[in-house]
């Protein structure tokens, strides 16, 4: 069976809660993708989160400590790589 659809008038009031929470989902959407590529590759611990899009403790405590997401130390200074953060998201994936 195909579906097909000619024309549809999108401004019918009918579709107007569809068109705006489509509109909205755009917009979060391409908010999240300009921050994720803003962040640098090597990221602290709170650009991770933003990274993550969680909060700063629960990055800490559910993705390093509980998941081991790897942090890198030079000199003291802590960094996470943006790789390991997507291969961590990947491995937790259902």
């Not at 390093?64 to 802590?78: A, F, M, S, T």
């Not at 790589?81 to 994936?93: G, N, S």
């Amino acid at each position: 069976m195909q579906l097909q659809i000619d024309s549809i008038n999108l401004k019918d009031p009918a579709f107007q809660p569809i068109v705006s929470e489509i509109a909205k989902a755009i917009e979060e959407a391409k908010e999240l993708s300009k921050t994720r590529t803003e962040l640098p590759r090597y990221m602290n611990k709170q650009q991770a989160a933003q990274y993550l899009n969680v909060s700063y403790n629960s990055m800490v405590s559910n993705y390093i400590r509980k998941n081991g997401l790897k942090v890198i130390i030079v000199d003291g200074v802590q960094r996470i790589d943006k790789r390991d953060c997507d291969e961590l998201m990947e491995k937790l994936k259902q």
